[in-house]
C-alpha cells in the first residue's frame, strides 16, 4: 500500500514486535468505511487488530485494551473523531483525540495511524512488517474480542524520558475533556392552554446538573412576558401566570453523540394572578391561586462547543386544582387542564 509505504520510509526500525503484539480497534455504527481503512492501514503493518464493536455505553478505552491484551487502542465515534490511546511505560498514559474529515476515509486513517507510529517511536517500537515485509502477509488481520485474547508484550522501556506528545495542525488536540457538570440556560417560547386564556409568550430560565450516568437533575422558571384579559359584561381580568419546577431528564443517546436527546419528568408548582375590575353593581377583586404542576416531555440538544448548546424542549402538564376566573360566581376562562410549553434557547456549561 502506497501510504504505509511513504510512512514505513519516514522511520528508523529500532526494535520488532511479535505477532502476539495487538491493537484494539473499537467502533459505533455509521463510521464503517473509516473502520475498514483503518483496519486495513494497521493490518498492512502487521500488527493484530482486535475489532470491538459498540452500540451503547462503552468501556473507557484503555480498560478495553486492557481486557483484550492490547497494548494501544483506537475508537471511532459515530460522529468521526478518533481516541488514540498507548500504554504507559513511564508517567501517564499517552491520548490524542483526532478530528477528521470523515469524507475522505482514507486521509482520516493515514492521519490516524501517523500519530500512532509516532508515539511508537519514542517507546523504541517498530511495527513488524517494517523489520519483516512477511509478516504483514502471515499476520492475521483481525481477531473478534469474544476469542481468547494472544499472550501480549508491552512495549519496551525507553533509553530515555518519553517526549511530549506530537503537536501541530495535523495532530489532534489532547484527550476528551469532560463536559462540564453545572449547565445554565435561558430561552424564549411560548405556552398555551385550552380554557379561554390562549397562549402567551414565556421566557424559560434552566438550571441542569449533570452526573456520571445519563441522568441528569435541575430545574427550571418560567416567567411570562405579557398577560391576557378576560372580558364579561360584569368586569375584566388581567390574567398572568408562571411556574416553578424541580426536574429529572434521562439522555437516550449514547454518550458523544453529534445531537443529545433526553427524556424528562417534573413536579412544581404554578402561580396564577388575576387582577379584576367590574361594573357596578358589582365590586372587582385581585386574587393569587398556587396550583401544583406535573409535566413531562423531550428536549434535543444541539453542541455548538464543549460549553455552548442549542436547546429545543416541549413538554406538556396539568395543573391540580384548575385555576378559573369567575365573573358573578360563574367562569369565564381556566388554564392548566392540560397546558403545553415550546422554547428554543441557548445554554451554556460551568465548571472543569
Known amino acids: 500500500m502506497l501510504l504505509v509505504g511513504l510512512l514505513a520510509s519516514t522511520l528508523p526500525a529500532p526494535a520488532v514486535a511479535s505477532e502476539a503484539d495487538s491493537i484494539v480497534l473499537v467502533h459505533d455504527a455509521g463510521q464503517e468505511l473509516l473502520t475498514l ?3 486495513d492501514e494497521l493490518h498492512a503493518l502487521g500488527w493484530l ?8 455505553e462503552r468501556e473507557p478505552l484503555d480498560a478495553l485494551a486492557e481486557r483484550v491484551h492490547a497494548f494501544a487502542g483506537v475508537h471511532v465515534d459515530r ?4 481516541e488514540l490511546w498507548v500504554s504507559p511505560v513511564t508517567g501517564p498514559a499517552f491520548r490524542e483525540e483526532l478530528h477528521v474529515d470523515t469524507a475522505d476515509a482514507e486521509v482520516a486513517a493515514l492521519r490516524a495511524v501517523e500519530v500512532l507510529r509516532t508515539r511508537f517511536l519514542e517507546l523504541g517500537l517498530t511495527p513488524p512488517a517494517e523489520t519483516d515485509p512477511r509478516a504483514a502477509k502471515t499476520a ?3 481477531r473478534d474480542a469474544s476469542a481468547p485474547p494472544p499472550q501480549s508484550r508491552m512495549p519496551p522501556q525507553p533509553g530515555e524520558t518519553t517526549p511530549n506528545p506530537p503537536s501541530g495542525p495535523d495532530v489532534a488536540r489532547s484527550s476528551p475533556t469532560p463536559r462540564p457538570p453545572l449547565w445554565i440556560g435561558i430561552a424564549p417560547g411560548a405556552a398555551a392552554s385550552p380554557g379561554g386564556l390562549g397562549s402567551y409568550p414565556m421566557a424559560a430560565l434552566e438550571l441542569r446538573i449533570l452526573t456520571a450516568t445519563r441522568w441528569s437533575f435541575g430545574g427550571r422558571a418560567l416567567l411570562p412576558l405579557l398577560g391576557r384579559t378576560v372580558d364579561a359584561p360584569q368586569g375584566s381580568a388581567d390574567v398572568r401566570w408562571g411556574l416553578l419546577e424541580a426536574r429529572a431528564e434521562y439522555s437516550v443517546v449514547p454518550e458523544r453523540s453529534a445531537v443529545d436527546l433526553a427524556l424528562m419528568g417534573g413536579l412544581g408548582a404554578v402561580l396564577v394572578q388575576m387582577e379584576g375590575s367590574a361594573q357596578r353593581p358589582y365590586a372587582g377583586r385581585s386574587d393569587a391561586v398556587v396550583a401544583l404542576a406535573a409535566s413531562a416531555g423531550t428536549a434535543l440538544s444541539l453542541p455548538l462547543s464543549r460549553s455552548w448548546a442549542l436547546r429545543a424542549e416541549l413538554t406538556g402538564g396539568m395543573a391540580m386544582p384548575r385555576p378559573t376566573v369567575r365573573f358573578a360566581g360563574e367562569t369565564a376562562a381556566s388554564w392548566g387542564r392540560p397546558f403545553g410549553v415550546a422554547t428554543l434557547g441557548v445554554e451554556v456549561g460551568i465548571g472543569r
Open 79 to 82: 460522529s468521526g473523531e478518533l
Open 140 to 142: 492475521p488481520g483481525s
Open 49 to 56: 487488530v482486535v475489532e470491538i464493536s459498540e452500540d451503547g
Open 37 to 39: 481503512r483503518l483496519r
